[in-house]
């Protein structure tokens, strides 16, 4: 049981170019969750999949895109990364409505220059 | 959305001694978890506590719903508990709130 698990660990990108996060979890869990994290600063929450099918915006999802490919799987695509995107990119999942406990990932360190 | 501060923003501690962390909500929560951040970036689950009190081992955390506040207790602190305190709350999957967190560094 590897819980959430994200790729990749490390990546470095040129202003413009694009890129896809992947994030996938075995606790058969409906809920999946998007955040980034800036030095001293908590987590942000950019989108959210409350249940396979549905996506969601958070707190800042300009410039972000996701899919949530089956209940497994959900993705964070970048476009036309932005240095302003730099930042550490953490997944979460929860279970079942009513008991929101996440379990997070281990990041992704995304650096855009 | 929810507003969460979290006090105090660091705290430095000796090994041995023993500290409590807040977590102050702008609005009723129902769904209330707190984690560390260890040095490697790691976020690990301490507690899911939307309300009452539980303990593990030398942590503990108090909710006091109808208060808006949360405490987790750290007793005879230790150099590995060193890291970022976060709290976060909030009433459904879109409207979870992070605070800002406490640096806490235990010095042997």
């Known amino acids: 049981n590897a819980g959430v698990t994200q790729t990749p660990k490390f990546q470095v990108l040129k202003t413009g170019q694009s890129m896809t996060l992947q994030c996938a979890q075995d606790?058969?869990?409906?809920?999946m969750y998007w955040y980034r994290q800036d030095p001293g600063m908590g987590l942000r929450l950019i989108y959210y999949?409350?249940?396979?099918?549905?996506?969601d915006k958070g707190e800042v999802p300009n410039g972000y895109n996701v899919s949530r490919l089956n209940k497994r799987e959900f993705s964070l695509r970048l476009e036309s990364a932005a240095p302003s995107q730099t930042s550490v990119y953490f997944c979460?999942?929860?279970?079942?409505?009513?008991?929101?406990?996440?379990?997070f990932g281990p990041g992704t360190r995304l650096t855009v220059t | 959305g929810i507003q969460v501060e979290q006090s105090p923003p660091d705290l430095i501690l000796q090994e041995g001694a023993n500290s409590t962390l807040r977590c102050n909500f702008s609005?009723?929560?129902?769904?209330l978890q707190w984690f560390h951040q260890n040095p490697w970036g790691q976020l690990i689950n301490l507690f899911y506590?939307?309300?009452g009190t539980k303990q593990n081992g030398r942590l503990s955390a108090t909710t006091v719903a109808t208060e808006r506040y949360s405490l987790l207790y750290i007793s005879s602190s230790q150099t590995t508990d060193s890291g970022v305190y976060f709290c976060?709350?909030?009433?459904?999957?879109?409207?979870?709130?992070f605070g800002q967190g406490t640096i806490l560094t235990v010095h042997p």
């Open positions: 506590i939307p309300s």
């Open positions: 979460a999942s929860s279970e079942f409505q009513g008991r929101i406990f996440q379990y």
């Open positions: 606790m058969n869990h409906n809920s």
């Open positions: 976060h709350g909030g009433t459904s999957y879109g409207k979870l709130t």
């Open positions: 609005d009723s929560v129902n769904n």
């Open positions: 999949s409350a249940s396979e099918g549905t996506t």
